[in-house]
Nanobody
Framework: QVQLVESGGGLVQAGGSLRLSCAAS????????MGWFRQPPGKEREFVGA????????YYADSVKGRFTISRDNAKNTVYLQMNSLKPEDTAVYYC???????????????WGQGTQITVSS
């Protein structure tokens, strides 16, 4: 089992920045990819980005490319989502997730954080 605990989030004005953290514990050696997803109000959960746990390769949705950056600190078993130039359409509940095989699809992830609300005001 892998446990994920998110922190950060909150309310920010458009154009502002926020950073989310996701601390992993348990069987972290089994993690292949750490991903970030979000679920806007009334919409489906969508892929935001991901990072390979060991190699550090990153992948992003087109909607956040150039504005969001994912990084990790393996010594702390923590992944970060730095969000810059935030827009009202970035408002959503954000989730971190761990997968032992996938990248882009929610069904590929077996472990999920509790979710944290990000609200971007215009």
């Amino acid at each position: 089992q892998v446990q994920l605990v998110e922190s950060g989030g909150g309310l920010v004005q458009a154009g502002g920045s926020l950073r989310l953290s996701c601390a992993a514990s348990g069987r972290t050696f089994s993690i292949y990819t750490m991903g970030w997803f979000r679920q806007p109000p009334g919409k489906e959960r969508e892929f935001v980005g991901a990072i390979r746990w060991s190699a550090g390769n990153t992948y992003y949705a087109d909607s956040v490319k150039g504005r969001f950056t994912i990084s990790r600190d393996n010594a702390k078993n923590t992944v970060y989502l730095q969000m810059n130039s935030l827009k009202p359409e970035d408002t959503a509940v954000y989730y971190c997730a761990a997968s032992n095989s996938g990248t882009y699809y929610a069904y590929e992830y077996s472990y999920w954080g509790q979710g944290t609300q990000i609200t971007v005001s215009s």
